[in-house]
């Protein structure tokens, strides 16, 4: 028989979840019932434009429940729901890799069109990145950015990334080769 206050006390740990708070908006951990906003914003041609193609277009709610799945198993926690008034509006987070990158993870993020051109992702870009440094055994932490995605380039300079090179001729997206502009932020 467990006594009542260890229950009470377990409770408050299974419910402390992470959440980084931005000026209109949070970073936060994935909920079950983020899957159907992440249906809706996600299925836009203009954000899967900029993103790998492993992202999936058409973005079906099968796809969303599989992810949001995928989200809730993460221990640590590297990849959050861009929320605001707690409600999806897109998503950031750091994928590592493995060999000799171990130290060295990729940062990838995206918003809802609708919440484009408020700011939100070169501050949730900067929190991610504090949060990152801070917390996990990292010393770099680098981006990829499509010749076309002037608006990413402009998010990451704002956030203090550097552009270390263009790779010519690096991406095959939507029918066009494109250079791939490399970003990196290093540990202080
Ligand atoms: C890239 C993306 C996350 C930007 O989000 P956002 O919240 O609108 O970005 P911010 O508002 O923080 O900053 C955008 C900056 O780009 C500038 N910008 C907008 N359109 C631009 C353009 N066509 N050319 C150059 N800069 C542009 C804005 O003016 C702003 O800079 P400023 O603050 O100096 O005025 C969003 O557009 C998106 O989700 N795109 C699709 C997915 C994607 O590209 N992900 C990144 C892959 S590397």
Known sequence: MVEPWINYFITIIVNLT????GTNFSLREWRTDDAELLQKHADNPNVYAFLMDRFPHPYTMGDAVSWVNLMLLQKPVVTFVIAVDDKLAGAIGLEFRDDIYSKAPLLGYWLGEEFWGRGI???????????AFSTLNIVRIQAAVLSNNHRSMRVLEKAGYINEGVLKNNIFKNGEVLD??????VKA
């Open 180 to 185: 791939e502009w490399v970003y990196g932020m």
């Open 18 to 21: 992470m959440e980084l708070k």
């Open 121 to 131: 992702a070169t501050e949730a870009v900067k929190l991610i990145t504090n949060y």
